[in-house]
């Protein structure tokens, strides 16, 4: 069974090599916007869910 | 100066062809075949990957599948959604795959995967009649 924070890594993989495919034409550029979206996508979760954290204690 | 041969080959602006809508559909029916279609393989490969994983993800997890039969609103939307699947949204009616009501919170993860997958495909589908009709950059 996922945890929560696996079920973010995968959704944020999916999500960012799609992305990166999808709205960049040059490979290289691809990586670099996939990587970019992958460390937001994570990054916020993480910002986040320690917002949540703080909020509740 | 381009030759005769050479000025058939080339794709003429605003020009008719059947091409870009079939790997439109293609694409929509089948995560990658799009991309496939136009020669782009190794990206085919990764959208195939991708959007196939997020539909396992989803049914894994239990994720709603929504239909047409409720009439509300926020089903209509998530049907949408998960129509973008394609023939993969098509399987899990079939086989009666993930559920008919969320009854655990990661089966509401689930529905978001299988939501966001058909989103997907249906941005990775579009990006395919992009490149079939030279409006994307083919590099």
Known sequence: ?57 | MATEAQQIAQRVPGEKSSFPALVLLAGWLIPGAGHLLVGKWVRAALLFVSILGMYLVGIGLQGKIYSTSTGEILDLLGFAGQLGLGLLYVLARVMSWGASTVTIALGDYGTKFLVVGGLLNLIAAVDAHSLANGRKASA
Do not use: D, E, N
Request: glycine fraction near 6%; aromatic fraction near 18%.
């Open chain 1, 1 to 57: 069974m996922l945890t929560h924070f696996s079920a973010v890594l995968l959704f944020s993989l999916f999500t960012s090599i799609v992305f990166g495919i999808t709205q960049r034409a040059q490979p290289r550029m691809m990586i670099r916007f996939g990587a970019f979206c992958f460390a937001i996508f994570v990054g916020s979760t993480i910002v986040v869910s320690w917002l949540m954290y703080a909020v509740k204690h």
